[in-house]
């Protein structure tokens, strides 16, 4: 009886899941050693403050000094609330007359939140976590009793 050797050939689907497995390993270990140490490169504290319009008084309550904030969609850790101040909403009115008047509207508020946080500071730009900071942009936050979105309205390098 004679035995057969078996010789195997490198095919070219062999070669590419040896390039996917290779290139996966190496965008691992660009994310962990130089995307994420960004993060704990922070070297700056702020102040920024986010002006909430038209909510309710429930949610006025629930926004509590020394509360920790975090953003909506991505769960980062946007600082703690420093202080919180409430207006009443206004919105325009035409009168009979055809003036058009602010006027307030019952059981809502505008609120703007002060945050603290440690920050990124660059000459280029402001960054908490993954999110830059924009004086006019859009942000959604939340904590344990309110989830709310606004823009910001300030920021202070401390």
């Known amino acids: 009886m004679q035995k057969k050797t078996v ?3 490198f095919n070219f689907v062999d070669f590419i ?3 996917l497995i290779v290139s996966l390993l ?3 270990a660009y994310k962990l050693f130089f995307v994420n140490r960004g993060l704990t490169e922070q070297n700056g504290l702020i102040e920024y403050k986010v002006l909430v319009e038209n909510v309710r008084f429930p ?5 509590i000094e020394g509360q920790p904030i ?9 600082g703690t609330v420093i202080k919180k101040e409430v207006s009443p909403y206004k919105q ?5 007359d055809g003036r058009v008047v602010l006027a307030e509207v019952p059981e809502k508020y505008n609120v703007i939140i002060t945050i603290g946080s440690p920050a990124i500071v660059t000459e280029n730009n402001i ?8 004086i006019g942009g859009p942000i959604s936050i939340k904590s344990n009793i309110f ?4 823009i910001f309205y300030g920021v202070t390098v401390k």
């Open 147 to 150: 989830s709310v979105t606004g």
């Open 127 to 134: 960054m908490i976590g993954n999110k830059e900071i924009k």
């Open 17 to 19: 899941i040896i390039a």
């Open 92 to 96: 325009t009115v035409p009168t009979l």
């Open 70 to 78: 975090r953003e909506v969609q991505t769960n980062i850790v946007m």
């Open 59 to 63: 949610t006025v309550e629930g926004i």
């Open 26 to 28: 190496a965008a691992g």
């Open 7 to 9: 010789k195997t050939k």
